[in-house]
């Protein structure tokens, strides 16, 4: 089945520069990768999807990249801010179930 | 803006006792979900339902899990007899079209349970 890997638990930027938080998948190349974010004791809200026929996803400050190759999604923030400071989740199907999470990486962006 | 409601907003229950956790989805959606999530671990899902019946559900859905749309806006989760494990956050989702259209899943505040 498939799995999701977001290698850095813990990620500490400066205010204004932008945050890169990498997903990996293991099996097979799934037919889309979502973010979402997640603020502590509160469910997960949905940020971004890109299908594995895009390269590359924008909103707003945001970016996803996907690299089949790599097998791997990049999400970015862009000149980031204290209030950007949560946990990003990646999540995809795993051919059998609907969504599988990675574990997160909690995001401080420190002022 | 629409949102998926959950209550309890934590519930405490004896282990063997059942609970039933509550969500109001968004309306116009279609398919609904139960995840949980063990303090410090993933995200996992549970079950999903459309159409009235269960369309998929995991491992951890075993015979002591149940769902159902008793109305036209409530969707509950009954754990009949809990276990010390069952403690987590549970959360509700609900989407406009399946996982196969690539909707994204909206989520509610989460029911934090805790058995002892």
């Known amino acids: 089945s498939q799995k999701i890997e977001q290698n850095s638990e813990a990620l500490n930027i400066q205010e204004g520069k932008t945050a890169t938080l990498t997903c990996n998948y293991t099996?097979?190349?799934?037919?889309?990768l979502q973010w979402y974010r997640q603020d502590p004791g509160r469910g997960p809200v949905f940020l971004l999807l890109?299908?594995?026929?895009?390269k590359e996803k924008r909103k707003e400050r945001l970016k996803v990249t996907f690299d089949t190759t790599l097998k791997q999604s990049l999400f970015h923030i862009t000149a980031s801010q204290p209030a950007d400071s949560a946990t990003y989740l990646c999540a995809t199907d795993s051919g059998n179930t609907p969504l599988v999470f990675g574990k997160g990486t909690r995001l401080s962006v420190i002022a | 803006e629409p949102e998926v409601t959950q209550t309890p907003s934590h519930q405490v229950t004896q282990m063997g006792q059942e609970v039933i956790l509550r969500c109001v989805p968004i309306?116009?959606?279609?398919?609904f979900y139960w995840y949980r999530q063990i303090l410090g671990q993933k995200v996992e899902f549970l079950v999903s339902f459309y159409n009235n019946e269960i369309s998929e559900k995991s491992e951890i859905f075993d015979d002591q899990f149940s769902v159902e749309r008793p109305d036209g806006s409530n969707f509950t989760l009954k754990i009949r007899s809990t276990k010390l494990e069952d403690s987590a956050m549970y959360f509700c989702a609900s989407s406009e079209a399946g996982l196969d259209s690539y909707n994204e899943q909206f989520f509610g505040p989460g029911t934090r349970l805790t058995v002892l």
């Open positions: 099996n097979y190349s799934p037919a889309y």
């Open positions: 890109i299908r594995e026929n895009e």
């Open positions: 309306s116009n959606h279609l398919y």
